[in-house]
Structures are given as structure tokens and as C-alpha cells.
């Protein structure tokens, strides 16, 4: 049976070119362009990992949907991969070491996210 | 322009959060490609639509350069060439600009009057064209589907001016963000994040434009059933009432 994954992104455009790559690689694919949709799916669907932008409809769309996974017995497990255009080299970063603990999502990737990078993220967390 | 190491947090701020909503889109364009280039869509009705969807995207990247760019030339007022305009032809060819996007939302625009006659200002067609797609493109986005835009004008001989009238039957702006709606970057909490590519310049942009052409503009707004902007100018006298005087 092939990995669930739910793709939140308020971009349409970011939703279809993510869909691609990952059912091209085999994985089924959920999508929500905001956070109340990708909650009615977390709750219906059996999903093995979120894909999940942080800046939707607020600024902190994105923090508050991982922080409702996170403290959710039943989500708590499922891995989460942070999706910000917030540059890297900027003190507006975010990075694991630093901001785990406030924000417990598994991997920040910066967009533009590299398809093939994407993937290897991926096949990691889904061990 | 502010020398860098002269920038205030705001600005420091201001840019950060441009550079993030220039990216965003920026990010989705390469997104979209990347899918192509990296071979993993090989349909060409795909890869047409993928094409596509990479293009409209680039475009509202140049809409936000385009507001930066005005915003940068408003700070050198200098630059702006200044004519006598008839404003009512402004509103009317702001009207024809925007009329596909109101129709697309189903939306009807309903003139109180015809808009006839002259009403003069001095003024810089360019922007004041602006000012007017800023406020009309708001009231057909903000607005409700199959809602509704009034567009009305008066002139205040007395005070010699004119008022152009401009409400919709939108979403509203919330008491607590009336005061942030002029304000650079600021979007009030109703408005969508990006909404048709957007960096919450277009009413900082307006009242700038206005104060330029020393004019006003007023904002009355309740939520959940829309909002009015009148925009005053000072009018310009014709030549033979000129030579009346």
C-alpha cells in the first residue's frame, strides 16, 4: 500500500506541481488549500505525512496547524515537513536546532523546493 | 532612498516582507518548470497547462514590481508631468479597465449618473488612472460574488472641488484596521494574503497619489456589508470661465 500525503498550500500552482512529483514517485496525494480543509482531511483520511506551508490565509496559518498536530495524540506521529519562502540567510530563518522545540514539524525546506530534493526528504521521514 | 545602514526596523521590516511575497510566487513559477525540466510530466496538454500556469504567475510578479516602481517614482515627485485632466474621462476609462474582472465575479457597476460633461483637474493621468484601478480593482476583489459597485460624483462649487463616489458591497474593513488601510504592506485582517498578486501597496499608493494632487480621501466601512471611498480633488477652472472672472 502506497504513503498518504497531505499537501497544504493556499497556491493552487504549488498544489499541482507538488501533486505531480509525488504521485509520479507513487504516493497518493490530499490537497488543502487552507487549514480548516486540510483538518476535515487529517480527520477522515489516514495520512503518513504533511506537506504544509507556513504563510496562508494569517501569517501563521501554517504554525498553528502543526501545533494542533503536534498536541493531538492521535496526529502527533506524523511527520512534517514546513514549507517557507522566508529566507534562510535572514534572522527570519527557521532551522531545526534553533526552533524545534517551538515548532515541532520534523524538516524545513525553503521554496523554491526541488522536486528531487523533495523526494529524498520524503523517502527519510517515511522509513 | 535610505541609505542601508540609515533604515529604520519599519523599513527593515518593510522590506522583509516584500522580498517574502516577491518570492512566494517567484517560488511557485520554478515550482511549476522544475516539474517540466526534471521530466516529470511528459503530456504536452500538460506541459501546456503547466506553461500556463508558470506564465500568469510571472505576470503578478510584474503587477507587484510595477506598484514598487510607482512607489518609488511617487517619492520623486518631480518626475510626474502634469496636464489638465478631465477626471470623469479617467473614471471611464478605469471603468472599461476594470469592467472583464467585474463581469468574471458577476458583479454589476451602477453609475448614479451618466458620466458626461467636464470636470477638470490638474493632475498626472498616470496616476491618477491608478488611483481609480486601485479603488474599483478592490471594491470587484473585496466584493461579494454577483455584489454590487455604486459610482457617483459631485461638484462643490463653493469649494471648488470635486467627490467621486466609489462603494461596494463587499467584505468590509473591521473598526480596528480602518487606521492600517493607508498604511504600506498593511492589508486589513478580512483581505486575503496575495490576493491577485497583491503587497498591500494599493491604498498607501492611493492616498500618496491624492496628497500629491492635494486632494482627500475618506473611507467608511461596515463589515459584512461594505465599503465606501470618496476621493476629493481640487478642480481646475476652464479657460472662458477664467477669462469670466
Redesign the interface.
Known sequence: MSFKILVVD??I??L???K??LE?NNYDVETATNIVVAEEILNKEKIDLILLDV?????SDGFVFAQNVKSNEKFKDIPIILAT???QR?K?RFDIEEDGDFLPVEKFME??????DLIVTIRGLLK | MVEINKMTNEDQKALAIMAHDLKAPLSAVIDLLDVINKGYVADVVKIKDLVGRATQKAETLIVMLDDILDYTLLANRTLLKLEILNILEILKESFSMMQPYADDRGISVRFKRELTGELNVEGNYTFLLRVFNNILMNAVKYNKENGEIAVDFSEDTQKNTVAVTISDTGIGIPDEDMDKVFRIFERGRNARRNINGSLGLGLSLVKQIIEDHKGEIDVASTVGVGTTIVVTLPLIRKKEEQNEL
Open positions: 493556499d497556491d500552482d504549488v499541482e506541481s507538488r505531480i512529483v509520479h504563510m496562508m490565509e494569517k501569517d519562502a522566508v529566507n535572514t527570519f521554496k523554491p523546493i526541488d522536486p528531487d
